[in-house]
């Protein structure tokens, strides 16, 4: 493996060509028109243009992305997340065009990306899954009678899906046609399926999903939990490991019924098997939600407990070579916290936002890592995914990575488009953060307080309003003020005058 | 050399009159409560310095040609600023006023009807964009004056959908 050609955009496309440099490999960075000066363009060694902005003509098109391969001299794909990541097809074709795939067979993605094949496997293999039914006949009455044997509460599921599309919490009968027909329509746009299942729903359940690595000798090990319960409408918004629920008992029964399930569908490479938690302690009992046969998006807390760069992993289990280390060598050592931060409006139902980024500063310190996509004057869409960047944090304890969070959340400034770090912020500030008492339904109840104007801003309005009324005319980076506070900082924009550049 | 300047600040539905000095010296008076004054330096790239008689902050500020962004302590500010004249200030942002789609969308639901009284944070309109149901809720409460969208109407960025008076009269 000499030259990886990372089918992929944004922070995960940086940081894919980061860890292939480190190991002396050569990355190809694909884009799109919108995406041509991007910053995973700029950091790879070749790059290629795919077509236009739209995904499905760009980052989704298994055609030009074989062909960006050829033309570049890559010998294989790192397909990253999202994009053709889950596409058994893709993984297929890179392999039939003589490409290293960086990933799982295609089999194991194809399995378990149907959500139904996939419980169908877990169960005979003995990991729980949540009591449900697959109704083989998908008409409205089918699956009235399918309700009506799952019992209400129960959760509408898209049977291709993934990532929260599709699904549907329906506590009432009366409830029921309406939440098929949205979760039908939903899955039918996500996944060209609109192909539904249902399972009985389990009330305030904790997101906690294992990481795991598999090599072609057989040997599987997992790398521990990572708590990903704070949801809003199924899409993480923070994640952390250790989980701060998960006991010794339970992280072991955990880990062991995460390898029994990579093991069961023959996997090969880095993955996560999600489960949901309900009870604690004695009582806590978890069931398989699904396998995510790729990189995650949250993969940096599980490195930075465990020291393990798992995108050196995934390269290196490509190529071949056994897993490097044993399950007895591992071991979580501190507390990682991560959060996304998304270009969306909080106060505007989380809105995906556009516009270009006007000032952008990352915070610095011990224990800081920021995975970004985004640099300063970057234009972001709406043809992509609005994930900007993600703010990762480590310490000793999970007291001091919340408030090294908090602090690094704090020096975090992204101005000209709205994002969710201030409402990060009031998140982590929560007691219920502090106390670890939330559950996958917490965001969505508490969102009324958090987007409140908090009492810290509005006594910091009045700096801000001073501040803004002191810059006069201004832009990005052509800012000036007035009287002597331009003369004590000159700025050739602010003092230039009268003179014409020649 | 620059005089001294009168200016109207809006914050949300916050309105201070403010005074800037040639020297830096401001001075931010809010509707109701305590006077704010503070020097302000510039020190580039969008950096500036807030300085009181117990503690200096920075603020970042940029702006985008309509708007001053302006943010302190990870706290982030849309503040819109104006020469104070003889007119009485707006009272609110025309954006709480209309509501319109953030990025191009499909309209799949259309809640709100014209003549109707919205709670704050009830949805008006659920578009559908990147495979997304978004709702587009009420910033306040009010009284839905008009609705110009229909259900599966493809719509653009910046397109009023809806006209929403807020309670407490029309600003």
């Known amino acids: ?95 039939e065009a003589g490409l290293t795939f960086i990933g799982p067979g295609a089999d194991a993605i194809r399995t378990m990306g149907d959500k139904v094949a996939a419980r169908r496997l877990m169960a005979a293999a003995g990991v729980p899954v949540v009591p449900g039914v697959e109704p083989a006949d998908q008409s409205e009455e089918g699956l009235r009678a399918a309700a009506r044997e799952v019992g209400f509460p129960l959760l509408v599921k898209a049977a291709a899906g993934g990532g929260g599309k599709g699904m549907r919490a329906v506590h009432e009968a009366a409830a029921f046609d309406e939440a098929v027909a949205a979760a039908r329509r939903e899955a039918t746009a996500a996944f060209g399926d609109g192909r539904l299942y249902l399972e009985r729903l389990v009330e305030r359940p904790r997101h906690i999903e294992v990481q795991v690595a598999a090599d072609g000798t057989g040997a599987t090990v997992h790398l521990f939990e990572r708590e990903c319960s704070l949801q809003r409408r199924h899409q993480k918004v923070i994640e952390e490991s250790p989980s701060p629920v998960v006991d010794a008992r339970l992280r072991t029964a955990l880990g062991e019924a995460a390898v029994r399930a990579a093991e069961a569908v023959g996997y090969l490479n880095v993955g996560t098997i999600e489960f949901l938690v309900e009870g604690e302690g004695e009582a806590a009992r978890f069931y398989f939600l699904e396998m995510n046969t790729r990189l995650q998006v949250e993969h940096p807390v599980t490195e930075l407990v465990t020291g393990v760069d798992l995108v050196h992993l995934q390269l290196r289990l490509a190529a071949g070579r056994p897993l490097p280390f044993g399950q007895a060598a591992l071991l979580q050592r501190g507390h990682a916290i991560e959060g996304r931060v998304y270009a969306e409006d909080p106060d505007q139902g989380f809105l995906p936002q556009a516009g270009r980024i006007l000032l952008y500063r990352e915070p610095h310190g011990p224990g800081i890592r920021v995975d970004a996509g985004v640099v300063e004057g970057s234009e972001v869409t709406v043809h992509y995914d609005p994930l900007l960047a993600k703010l990762i944090v480590h310490a000793e304890t999970r007291a001091a990575a919340i408030a090294r969070f908090d602090r690094a959340l704090a020096d975090f400034a992204v101005l000209g488009i709205r994002t969710n770090l201030p409402f990060l912020r009031r998140l982590v500030a929560d007691p219920a953060f502090a106390s670890a008492r939330f559950d996958t339904g917490y965001l969505d109840r508490a969102l009324e307080t958090l987007t409140a104007l908090a009492a810290d801003e509005a006594r910091l309005e009045p700096w801000a309003v001073a501040a803004a009324a002191s810059v006069v005319g201004a832009g990005a980076a052509g800012a000036a003020v007035s009287g002597t506070a331009a003369r004590a900082a000159p700025d050739p924009w602010a003092t230039l005058g009268p003179w014409r550049l020649t | 050399m620059t005089a001294r300047r009168a200016l109207t600040a809006t914050s949300g539905d916050r309105t201070y009159q403010v005074d800037v000095s040639p020297d830096g010296r401001v001075v931010v008076a809010p509707a109701a409560g305590a006077t704010f004054e503070a020097v302000v330096h510039y020190a580039g790239h969008g950096r500036t310095t807030v300085a009181t008689d117990g503690r200096t902050r920075l603020a970042h500020v940029v702006d985008d040609g309509t708007t001053r962004w302006v943010w302190i302590e990870g706290h982030v500010f849309e503040i819109a600023v104006e020469a104070r004249t003889g007119a009485r200030p707006r009272a609110r942002s025309a954006a709480g006023d209309r509501l319109a789609a953030p990025m191009p969308a499909t309209v799949v639901t259309v809640p709100a009807q014209a003549g109707q009284r919205v709670a704050r944070g009830e949805t008006l309109v659920v578009l559908e964009a990147m495979k997304m149901e978004l709702p587009l809720r009420a910033p306040h409460a009010g009284l839905v004056r008009a609705v110009h969208c229909r259900e599966g109407e493809l719509v653009q960025p910046g397109v009023t959908l809806v006209d929403l008076e807020p309670d407490g009269g029309a600003p």
């Not at chain 1, 799109?32 to 077509?51: F, K, N, Q, W, Y």
């Open chain 1, 1 to 95: 493996m000499r030259r990886v050609l990372v089918a992929n955009r944004g922070e995960i496309a940086v940081r894919i060509a980061r860890a292939c440099r480190e190991l002396g490999i050569e990355t190809v960075a694909v884009y799109s028109d919108a995406d041509a000066a991007a910053p995973h363009v700029l950091r790879a060694d070749a790059a290629e243009r795919l077509g236009p902005a739209p995904a499905a003509e760009s980052y989704l098109d298994v055609a030009r992305l074989l062909d960006a391969a050829r033309r570049s001299g890559a010998d294989a794909v790192h397909p990253g997340y999202g994009f053709l990541a889950e596409n058994a097809g893709f993984a297929h074709a890179c392999r």
